[in-house]
């Protein structure tokens, strides 16, 4: 089965057009690099990424951050659709 490839959400498309970065969930970005979301959670725990916090606590991270961070790792490629 093949990966499908990542289709920004409406607040992203949302936040693009106000000029501001849009925020990924921690699925999006584990979508995105290929593991579990509990290892993107790992990640921002040892400080690897950054990462916001909504009013009900939930982690957000920057599409821009995370879009370079996935242009540096070899053979992967973001797939915008």
């Excluded at 501001?20 to 979301?37: G, M």
């Excluded at 509990?38 to 879009?67: D, P, Y």
């Amino acid at each position: 089965m093949m990966p499908q490839p990542y289709r920004p959400g409406p607040s992203s498309r949302t936040a693009n057009a106000l000029g501001v970065d849009a925020l990924l969930t921690p699925a999006e970005v584990a979508s995105l690099f290929r593991v579990d979301p509990k290892t993107v959670t790992r990640w921002a725990n040892a400080g690897k990424i950054t990462t916001v916090r909504t009013l009900g606590g939930h982690r957000r991270f920057s599409q821009s951050e995370i879009c370079g961070l996935l242009g540096a790792v070899p053979g992967q490629r973001l797939q915008l659709g």
